[in-house]
Structures are given as structure tokens and as C-alpha cells.
């Protein structure tokens, strides 16, 4: 929600960056907790590339609705509410 209000590019590109630092992270963490908590008789299925598909798809289903709503919001609009 930060970077929809910085009044400059750079300033909005920078927590931009802390977040998707923070994201990372915590994909780490979790798939280390994911890791270290699941048999290993039940790994290979716990990890498939299917979840990962499915995984992606929302992803970039999630990413479509804010994209449609840009054509008649401005990104402050979106960004505020969508808490980012």
C-alpha cells in the first residue's frame, strides 16, 4: 500500500523492492518449514509441478483484475484499497 502513495516513481520503486524482498523470504521459510515437516515417504507428492501450475495460475489470475480495473482506475485507486 506504500508505493501507491509515494509521490515519485523512485520512492514507490523502492518499497516496491523491500516488498518483494520480504516475499521472498517468506517463500524460503516456508518451503524450509514444508521441508523440514513432511515425511519423506510423502515428498514427492507433497511438491508437484502440478501444485506449482496451480500455484502460477492464481498468481496470474490475481494479477488480471487489478490490470482490467487499470484501464478506468488510475493505480492509486487500485493500489490503496488492494493493500499494496
Do not use: C, K
Amino acid at each position: 500500500m506504500t508505493f501507491s502513495l509515494m509521490p515519485t516513481i523512485w520512492g514507490a520503486m523502492i518499497f516496491i523492492a523491500l516488498s518483494r524482498v520480504a516475499m521472498g523470504t517468506n517463500s524460503v521459510f516456508e518451503s524450509n518449514h514444508s521441508v523440514d515437516h513432511v515425511p519423506d515417504a510423502l515428498r514427492g507428492r507433497v511438491f508437484t509441478s502440478v501444485g506449482r501450475a496451480a500455484e502460477l495460475l492464481d498468481d496470474d489470475l490475481g494479477w488480471a483484475r487489478p490490470a482490467w480495473l487499470s484501464v478506468r482506475y488510475s493505480p492509486r485507486q487500485i493500489g490503496v484499497p488492494a493493500g499494496r
